[in-house]
């Protein structure tokens, strides 16, 4: 869009379309350690959040895009909606503002796209695409819709030449927000449940209740070998005398086990199985499996005493992907310093890629 405006004003140069495409390149680049993984392991996933039809309430249609009450009610309804102050504002800076930029009708073209695509008539598209539905509900563009809608109300004051009239239309537009768009705190249920201890067990047995396996009503967080998880039920044991299993050592990613089996028997922690998970039994790499039903994560114990470490090691798609993002907040801030921008500004994407470093170079529990 910016190169288009220079277009028009006839100082676009090939420096500038250069610009377009290393921003292009970089914003891909930067972002890589998510999507990267996304995409490459969703084959892991189960498809039971794709079983569920939910995408139909979540659609805006006439009656259901704009909250109309004043001041704005943040309360669950479903699907989350526009805020009337909020579009109005933005229609009054539609119809004010004096200069109608490229970047202008950009913004009202994202917004206007935002909208139809959070709406009923794009449902078929929404359904057709397992990509799209990762997002799970459409109403989540409000994050860019309402940045649109942000800036475009701005018209109200840009029509406005004089300095003390732009500074009392601002101040009155951002009092009219504060009044209008405020919560009602004293709606919402704040209660403390004060007896009740945040630890695995109460976590275990809320998901249990709710049937919200990793926080999450759709299960589109559970492994695809567990899709016939059951928190209620234990997991299917067979004859084996079960061993004496000592937890020696535990971190956020590792597990660390004193085990004595009096015969060879699996034994299944409950945790889910995911490829990235290793183990070492006595110091030797050790097979690691899900069980049959739950999805868990397995491994054989041979008779004896043993020392057993389990450790989530990341795959390497996911080192991958953080590599190309630091790789290119690398050459960003090469690339800003080379071609004579704001020095300082150079630094900003180098102390994140140092940042990053640090987190990929850290000590590492990963099995060598």
């Not at 630091?326 to 994140?352: E, T």
């Amino acid at each position: 869009v910016l190169g288009w405006q220079q277009h028009h004003a006839g100082r676009l140069t090939r420096q500038s379309w250069l610009w377009v495409l290393i921003c292009g390149a970089v914003a891909i680049g930067i972002s890589a350690f998510f999507w990267l993984p996304l995409i490459g392991e969703r084959g892991e996933l189960a498809r039971l959040a794709y079983e569920v039809q939910y995408l139909p309430e979540h659609v805006w249609t006439w009656r259901t895009f704009v909250q109309w009450q004043a001041p704005h009610l943040y309360t669950p309804t479903i699907p989350f909606r526009l805020g009337a102050v909020q579009l109005g504002l933005a229609l009054l800076g539609i119809l004010f503002v004096r200069r109608r930029s490229a970047e202008w009708w950009f913004w009202l073209g994202l917004s206007i796209v935002g909208m139809i695509f959070a709406s009923q008539m794009t449902l078929a598209v929404w359904q057709s695409f397992e990509l799209l539905q990762i997002a799970q509900f459409p109403w989540r563009l409000l994050s860019l819709i309402s940045l649109g809608l942000a800036l475009l109300s701005g018209g109200i004051v840009a029509r406005w030449r004089m300095l003390p009239v732009r500074l009392a239309v601002s101040i009155g537009a951002i009092m009219v927000v504060i009044i209008a768009q405020r919560p009602d705190v004293a709606d919402l249920d704040m209660t403390a449940l004060v007896d009740v201890s945040v630890n695995p067990a109460n976590i275990a047995h809320y998901e249990t209740d709710w049937n919200a396996s990793g926080a999450s009503w759709t299960k589109e967080f559970l492994p695809r070998w567990a899709e016939g998880f059951d928190g209620a039920s234990a997991p299917t044991r067979n004859d084996a005398t079960p061993p004496f299993v000592e937890l020696s050592r535990i971190s956020p990613k590792s597990f660390e086990f004193n085990v004595a089996a009096a015969e060879a028997t699996p034994l299944t922690l409950g945790q889910f199985y995911f490829p990235g998970w290793q183990a070492k039994l006595d110091g030797n790499p050790a097979a690691l499996y899900p069980s049959e039903s739950q999805g868990l994560l397995t491994v054989d114990i041979p008779p004896g005493e043993h020392t057993l470490h389990i450790v989530w090691g990341d795959p390497w798609l996911r080192r991958v992907g953080a590599w190309i993002s630091l790789v290119s907040l690398l050459l960003f801030g090469a690339a800003l310093w080379w071609f004579g921008r704001q020095q300082i500004a150079a630094l900003v994407p180098w102390a994140i890629a140092a940042m990053v470093m640090i987190m990929i170079l850290r000590p590492s529990e990963r099995l060598a």
